[in-house]
């Protein structure tokens, strides 16, 4: 729509101000008292003392840091908080002025409001206070043809027309003083929906799609509620919300009305409810768009707020200024400012608001990653069916061994279990395999909970192996008395060597009584029976060696972690999983193809017992190129002191990849991606990385920083002695992410790369500043560059230049930072049986971890744990450690994790070389 076209309709004043005076009609006005109007004006002048000591104070600290010489970061947080308060003491000092009767107050009052406004404001001001004048003489002059003494014949006013310009002025004077009363008490309650608690707002994610732009705005400056907003809904659909009361609603303003009731007080509600109608008529097409903005500025000529009444935003102003936003007023306010200043007036107030200009772009980056995510489901969508499935009667169960932490090969299992029970709308159990004591500690069931915790797996019910032992040992009696188990004393190594040549043990032929007797010893842990096992009566001929006679309980003397010294024998998992399987209610047991041959000796336990059956569903196990998947060699590497523990980002564990960057979003959909396939693959890193950076591409704030070692001093010649401070985007390509404070000067730190590059004469772009000229290249006696000499020049084209270079303005405010690398832990891709662990480990030939200090700019010491951060032209990072708040924070660092981009076809962006890592170390 051509804004400036439609305002045409705004040129003929007759009948602006006639719509005006018939909307003005339509709108009641509230009228408040006398006493009212006295009540809010002690107040608003009690707050302003408040605020005029308190400037008083901000404004000594500044004067301090400047008199002491203080610059960049520290007397930039000053000035802000001064300017902060500032801002809160105008729209009090506005209130005054318009509520001030007498001229030479008035004047007087003028000169101090403009004294608290930006060039923008006070040029409004002043057209303003221009009209004002010339409408008061107008009306100076009226007065005098109508109001005399009767001498010349001139008319005087009646009391019925005098006590009218009474209460007129009492109004007006109560409406200024309340609204800087309340305006400053509600302080800075503004910002975004909190993402927290509370009930969710459904809105489509369809990009066309109406956004709940006023529940949104409304919730971020309402005192008394902060729903969730999702996008979940498709198609062109309005916004749902479901009450506490369980009352369904529907539409944007009637959610708005719901979750900020302090936005739609009760007195105003009826003034409200018409201008809603009127934003909503006024974006129908440009004429009626046209005659709106004229009726709202007349509207405004008097009043800081739309609604009757009001002293502070309501639901009314959101609507509107919703309504003019998406019609690109904010493109013609420079225009506008003269036909229709009252009006460009109120919508710059609202802009000054973050919950009013952010809203759009973070209810739009919702909607987006709802639709990645749907996309993300529809893929799965295609996964083969479960045989056999009933829909609200699936279960499946996860049953991961507490004898180490999760790593990515159990994150398959763990997804696909859970995306099945949920697709099917049934049950997922977690279930330890607690039976072997002399692996398992409570340390690791912990953190395996904590990590299925993490990446978003919530199970309907957490069992252990151990609940049943009871069980368990009464249905080993029953194979005991059914004749199809016996006990052995076979020494561990013999019985290996006769399962393998298909050898019966002597003991096969064991009478089931002496079976028995032996079996209830070994329960009580009798030294007699510690060296017999009891051992199932399959098929020791049969070709499938899982079949002969396997052992389904050994004694333990070791305390269980759970159970204690309670039992002191324990059966197997090729034993107890088939039983609590079956007495748990799984009906789909999803396992890798490597146990294949298990599954007839699963079936038979299963059919002697005569339990209920259930399918096994086989999917392929999930291998890494350069990756260790085996808890003993991982158990190795923390033992050895190789690694820093479970946690290290080296590993492949849950917690290692999330230390190193993994985002569980991708590490989910590149996991589910895989879907059932039984090939038995060695997947490489690049692919998994790739989509990693992808996902973080939008959020990741960027920062520049300098190898400290080898960086060059760029003098710049023409540019002041002094830092200069600017505010930039935080992200190129999202405004709404806001900006960071970023600082210039004529003494910058650039890399040496860069400056290797340069040529006198050449032409450079500084990134986020401009363009240069560097005339001298000075050179080490090592051929190394040891520093520049150059020239700004602001009116460089940045398109022309060939080199863009990151710098950092020399500053005592600069931040050190940690940039660690890392690589595989091992040197080849896949190991094979023979491969010997100490001969395959990378650290032989080059460390694997290897740090780089940086000087970092300001604003990188605001970075928190975790948060992802780009480092410009060095790649996306995850805070490991913050910069320290406590203590000797002199020589403390920010450590930042490097993320590996996918280019390279390895975990890390380090040559499994020795020589390609010297080269770039």
């Known amino acids: 729509v051509d804004i400036i076209s439609c305002f045409v309709f705004t040129t003929l004043v007759a009948r602006l101000h006639a719509r005006a005076t018939q909307q003005n009609k339509k709108l009641k006005r509230t009228v408040y008292g006398t006493f009212e109007a006295d009540s809010a ?46 801002k809160q003491i105008l729209p009090i000092l506005e209130a005054q002025y318009n509520a001030e009767t007498d001229a030479a107050k008035k004047e007087a009052l003028a000169t101090r409001v403009r004294g608290y406004m930006d060039k923008k404001q006070q040029k409004i001001f002043d057209k303003q206070r221009k009209k004002m004048k010339k409408a008061a003489a107008a009306a100076a002059s009226a007065e005098k043809d109508v109001a005399g003494n009767g001498d010349g014949g001139e008319k005087k006013l009646t009391k019925k027309q005098l006590a009218k310009l009474e209460r007129k002025r009492k109004k007006e004077a109560a409406i200024a003083a309340k609204k800087a009363a309340g305006g400053n008490a509600k302080g800075g309650k503004q910002g975004a929906a909190s993402a927290k608690g509370g009930p969710t707002v459904h809105f489509s994610w369809t990009e066309n799609a109406p956004k709940p732009l006023i529940s949104f705005i409304g919730s971020s400056l309402s005192s008394t509620s902060s729903p969730n907003f999702e996008a979940t809904l498709q198609g062109a659909q309005k916004p749902t919300f479901k009450t506490s009361a369980g009352q369904n ?31 909503e008529s006024a ?280 159970t204690g010294t309670k039992y002191k024998a324990y059966p197997t998992y090729d034993f107890a999983c088939p039983i609590v399987d079956s007495i748990e209610g799984v009906t789909h047991a999803m396992r890798t193809n490597e146990y294949r041959q298990r599954i007839p000796q699963n079936m038979w336990v299963v059919d002697k017992l005569k339990l209920r059956k259930y399918r096994i569903q086989e999917f392929g196990r999930l291998n890494f190129e350069y990756t260790l998947m085996s808890k003993r060699k991982l158990t190795k590497l923390v033992s050895s002191g190789e690694v820093e523990g479970w946690n ?26 895989q879907g059932f396939s039984e ?42 002695d002094g830092l200069i401070s600017l ?7 999202d405004k709404s992410m806001g900006t960071r404070p970023f600082f210039l000067s004529n003494d910058l730190w650039i890399e040496q790369g860069d400056a290797q ?101 300001p604003a990188m010491r605001h970075i928190k744990q975790d948060q992802i951060v780009q480092i410009m032209r060095r790649g996306m990072t995850r805070c490991d450690q913050p910069l320290a708040t406590t203590g000797d924070v002199s020589t403390s660092a920010i450590q930042l994790f490097v993320i590996p981009d996918g280019k390279r076809q390895a975990m890390s962006d380090m040559a499994t070389g020795a020589e390609s890592f010297k080269r770039r170390v």
């Not at 903005?293 to 609604?307: I, K, M, Q, S, W």
Request: proline share 5%; hydrophobic share 40%.
């Open 283 to 562: 974006g129908k097409s440009p004429e009626a768009l046209s005659a709106a903005l004229g009726t709202a500025n007349a509207y405004l000529e008097t009043r800081t707020f739309l609604a009757d009444g009001s002293t502070a935003l309501t639901l009314a102003d959101i609507a509107v200024f919703v309504v003019l936003d998406a019609h690109g007023i904010k493109n013609a306010l420079d225009d506008l400012s003269v036909s229709i200043p009252y009006l460009v007036r109120w919508y710059t107030m609202c802009r000054g608001d973050k919950a009013f200009t952010s809203a759009n772009g973070k209810l739009s980056n919702i909607a987006k990653r709802a639709r990645l995510s749907a996309k993300a489901a529809a893929k799965t969508d295609n996964y083969q069916e479960l045989e056999g499935a009933v829909m609200g009667k699936v279960v499946t169960r996860f049953p991961p061994e507490p004898s180490g932490y999760l790593h990515i090969g159990h994150v398959k299992a763990a997804l696909l279990n859970e995306f099945y029970a949920r697709k099917y709308k049934g049950k997922l159990i977690i279930r330890f395999d607690d039976t072997n004591p002399s692996k398992e500690k409570a340390e690791f069931e912990n953190s395996i909970l904590a990590d299925l915790a993490t990446l978003g797996i919530k199970p309907d019910k957490v069992t252990h192996t151990s609940d049943s032992f009871d069980k368990i040992a009464d249905f080993a009696r029953q194979l005991i008395k059914q004749g199809d188990a016996y006990m052995d004393d076979t020494p561990q190594l013999q019985m290996q060597e006769e399962r393998l040549n298909c050898i019966n043990s002597v003991h096969r032929s064991q009478p089931k009584e002496e079976t028995l007797k032996l079996f209830e010893a070994l329960l009580k842990g009798e030294k007699k029976a510690q060296k017999f096992c009891l051992r199932a009566r399959m098929n020791m001929q049969d070709g499938n060696a899982c079949l002969r006679d396997p052992v389904f309980f050994r004694y333990n003397s070791l305390p269980h972690h759970k």
């Open 41 to 86: 004006a002690i107040m608003a002048d009690a707050n302003l003392d408040a605020l005029l000591e308190q400037q008083k104070q901000k404004g000594e600290v500044v004067k301090k840091l400047k008199t002491d010489g203080v610059t960049g970061a520290e007397l930039t947080a000053a000035l802000d908080e001064l300017g902060a308060v500032k």
């Open 757 to 857: 590059s340069i040529k006198e004469g050449e032409e450079i772009t500084l990134m986020q500043w401009g363009n240069a000229i560097i005339d001298k290249v000075v050179l080490s006696d090592t051929g190394a560059v040891a520093s520049l000499e150059g020239r700004s020049n602001p009116d460089g084209d940045v398109k022309k230049t060939e080199r863009k270079i990151c710098f950092v303005a020399k500053s005592p405010d600069n931040v050190a930072v940690d940039l660690v690398n890392f690589d595989f832990l091992i040197n080849k891709p896949k190991l094979d049986e023979e491969d010997e662990l100490e001969d395959v480990l990378t650290s032989k030939d080059h460390p694997t971890r290897v740090s780089t200090r940086m000087i970092g700019e």
């Open 727 to 733: 505010q930039v985007p935080v992200h190129p390509k």
């Open 679 to 720: 090939r038995l693959v060695t997947m490489k890193w690049d692919k998994y990385w790739s989509s990693n950076k992808k996902y973080l591409e939008p959020r990741a704030r960027r920062f520049m920083a300098i190898a400290k070692n080898t960086a060059v001093t760029l003098k710049l010649t023409n540019v002041p």
């Open 648 to 673: 290290d980002p080296r590993f492949p564990t849950v917690r290692g990849m999330i230390r190193r960057g993994v985002q569980l979003p991708v590490l989910r959909e590149f996991i589910l991606s």
């Open 249 to 279: 609603l529907r539409g944007d303003f009637e959610i708005a009305r719901a979750i900020a009731p302090d936005l739609y007080p009760e007195a105003a509600r009826a003034s409200i409810d018409e201008l809603v109608k009127f934003a």
